[in-house]
């Protein structure tokens, strides 16, 4: 069986943005050399998350929208019983738990099997600092 790890590291300015990082899942599933396997795509952070989804900007904005409803950003300690710890984003962590922390793609024939218009994203709910995520591709 063949492996390949790597992790890749964002740091977004923006508290909550969604990166299209599918070009470089991919190359690195190319070069794992792994025709048939899985990749794991996986948010290495307990305020950041990786999906799968349409790469469409109203589909974006309804996303941030509605999950600022769900958990709205409120620094405060009155809101969150996080925040009395000296945080600011417990927001994000609610945020992070709807989105999920990975993603599992089927490598078939060296390249990701996905639906259609289906990519992978980071997304970001606490910006502002570096954040890893693993790619581990296994297979054969």
């Not at 991919?26 to 790469?55: P, W, Y």
Request: net charge negative; aromatic share 10%.
């Amino acid at each position: 069986m063949k492996s390949r790890t790597e992790y890749l590291t964002f740091n977004l300015p923006a508290r909550m943005e969604f990166l299209n990082i599918t070009s470089q899942v991919e190359k690195i599933v190319t070069q794992s050399g792994v025709r048939e396997g899985l990749c794991l795509v996986n948010a290495m952070h307990i305020t950041a998350s990786v999906f799968i989804n349409d790469d469409e900007p109203g589909l974006h904005e309804d996303y941030k929208r509605w999950l600022e409803q769900l958990a709205p950003f409120d620094p405060s300690p009155q809101r969150y019983a996080h925040n009395r710890t000296g945080e600011d984003n417990a927001d994000a962590h609610h945020k992070r738990q709807i989105m999920g922390r990975e993603v599992v793609v089927a490598v078939t024939n060296g390249k990701l099997d996905f639906g259609p218009w289906e990519q992978i994203f980071y997304a970001e709910f606490d910006g502002r600092r570096p954040k890893r995520v693993l790619v581990k591709v296994i297979g054969e």
